[in-house]
């Protein structure tokens, strides 16, 4: 999750504000995507392995999975931000042209 938001994503963003100017035939879109999708790719696996490795091996670790750890701010706002880097992308698919009429 670390690699997905300080990394990829910050870079992604990066890319986006600062480097169109420097890279104005497209490439800074063409990064900018690449390093988007890898957030969501490494996030999404930073989210569901966890999972897979509390159910072949239930033994508390960090965070516990009982019922008392379900109820955890952690454990609820990660499942809100990984509902939202989900749908970042489902947003950008329905988006409008930035050059079409408004």
């Known amino acids: 999750m670390t690699i997905a938001w300080l990394a990829l994503a ?3 963003a990066f890319f986006a504000a600062w480097m169109k100017p420097v890279l104005p035939n ?22 569901i392995l966890p999972f897979i490795a509390h159910a072949r091996s239930p033994t ?6 009982s019922s008392d750890g379900k109820n955890t701010a952690h454990f609820i706002i990660g499942f809100i931000i990984m509902a939202l880097h989900i749908a970042n992308p489902i947003i950008a698919i329905f988006r409008c042209n930035p050059k079409g009429e408004k």
């Open 26 to 47: 497209g490439e800074w879109f063409i990064a900018h995507r690449i390093l988007m999708a890898g957030s969501l790719i490494v996030g999404v696996l930073g989210f």
């Open 10 to 12: 910050m870079s992604g």
């Open 60 to 65: 508390p670790g960090l965070i516990s999975f």
